[in-house]
């Protein structure tokens, strides 16, 4: 089975080195350096705590993988997992996470709800007056995104993959029926499957396959922060649900500080060849001050280290396209800011629905592209 993926981010090097251990033929193109998309700009977040059951299960199916990679993969990700806390302004919010963790529960996620003065257990300096709820997990955390990518990259490797750097694909062959290959660099090369794992440019690899996915690039931004009061290493990853803000514990003290605070129904796509990668300053206050209002360790004498921002590629519902569409074209997009979270299960998934005809890892017939046009969309309700 000839196999060629288009995107050398961490989903589509997680499908390479799944597809390749299970002796598919695999070339990877990606038009830049590896995880120069959204990969090496991500926060390496890790958590279990979403609002539906498909994305708690791709979060499950990863983090078994997560959890033993160093022993499987020989490279140490810097995996921490001091938790995730989401913390709710809104009573609405709350009664959500009620919801929320009781599903969490019944799928093996150990959450809890807690009052605010019990999440100060785990984050002291949560301004708890001004929240009515929270949830935490001791199971979720982060990673270091990039060594996790050179993880895959070399597996992938020594399992056979060929992956091809600045090798931007221009074509896909379908000839309105079956894929039969693709055009990269002026050359022709056969595949009897395509997979999409373009993330921000994935609406636009769909389009040479003659096919439609609702997959925007919008633009998000991220700050090292000198904080007033250093954030102790044990704090969770916690999350202002009801504002976006959220943040994490960095190195000696330091934080990432970051969080949308716009609407989405009237951002515009950002271009993934031409985006602004530099922070701006008026959202950089924003998000500095909208964490004062979370948690006591920001405030005026905050310092900016430094920053930068990234592309989500985000569908309607915020949950990605993992499926068929067309025959020999597979989508592994849209994950709208969980990419690498969800990239082993995924890399499992393109494996099954290419080399088994069907996906079996989770039950991800509710992440078909169809469900746009039927209005059957999914809500995530735990995006930050």
């Known amino acids: 089975m000839n196999v060629a ?17 299970r002796g598919a033929d695999v070339t990877v193109y990606e038009k830049g350096s590896l995880g120069s998309g959204s990969t090496e700009r991500s926060v390496g977040g890790i958590r279990a705590q979403f609002s539906t059951p498909v994305n708690v299960e791709l979060s499950l199916e990863s983090m078994a993988v997560w959890d033993d990679f160093e022993a499987e993969f020989g490279v140490d990700i810097a995996y921490r997992r ?16 009620e919801e929320q963790v009781a599903m969490q529960n019944d799928l093996g996620v150990p959450s809890v709800l807690l009052d605010p003065e019990e999440a100060t257990e785990h984050c002291p300096g949560l301004r708890a007056e001004e929240f009515v709820a929270a949830t935490y997990s001791p199971t979720d955390g982060f990673a270091d995104p990039h060594l996790a990518l050179q993880g895959f990259a070399q597996a992938a490797r020594e399992a056979g993959a060929e992956i091809r750097t ?31 794992a373009a993330g921000p440019w994935a609406r636009r690899v ?30 969770p990853l916690t999350i202002d649900l009801d504002t976006g803000s959220h943040f994490r514990p960095e190195r000696e003290g330091a934080a990432l500080v970051g969080g949308y605070f716009g609407s989405e129904s009237g951002e515009s796509d950002a271009d993934p060849d031409g985006f602004d990668r530099k922070i701006d300053l008026d959202w950089a206050a924003e998000a500095i001050e909208r964490a004062g209002d979370c948690a006591t360790y920001f405030g005026p004498e905050s310092e900016i280290r430094r920053g930068w921002a990234g592309l989500y590629a985000v569908t309607p519902d915020h949950h990605p396209i993992v499926e068929e569409t067309a025959p020999g074209f597979v989508n ?6 969980h990419g690498f979270q969800h990239a082993p299960a995924t890399g499992q998934l393109v494996a099954e629905l290419v080399l088994d005809g069907a996906a079996s890892l ?3 017939s509710a ?5 746009f046009e039927r209005g059957e969309l999914l809500e995530e309700r735990n995006v930050a």
């Open 5 to 21: 993926i288009v995107g050398g981010g961490i989903v589509g090097l997680a499908s390479a080195y799944y597809l390749a251990e």
């Open 82 to 97: 001091p938790g995730y806390l989401f913390a709710a302004r809104e009573e609405a919010t709350a009664r959500a996470f």
């Open 166 to 196: 600045k090798t931007g694909v221009t074509e896909i062959h379908r000839d309105g029926g079956p894929v039969t290959g693709l055009t990269a660099e002026g050359r022709r090369h056969d595949a009897d499957f395509v997979v999409n």
């Open 206 to 235: 769909a389009a040479m396959a003659d096919v439609e996915i609702p997959v925007a690039p919008k633009r998000r931004q991220m700050l090292v922060v000198e904080p007033e009061t250093p954030v102790p290493e044990d704090v």
């Open 332 to 337: 592994a997009v849209g994950f709208s800011g």
């Open 362 to 364: 989770v039950d991800v």
């Open 367 to 371: 992440l078909g592209s169809e469900r």
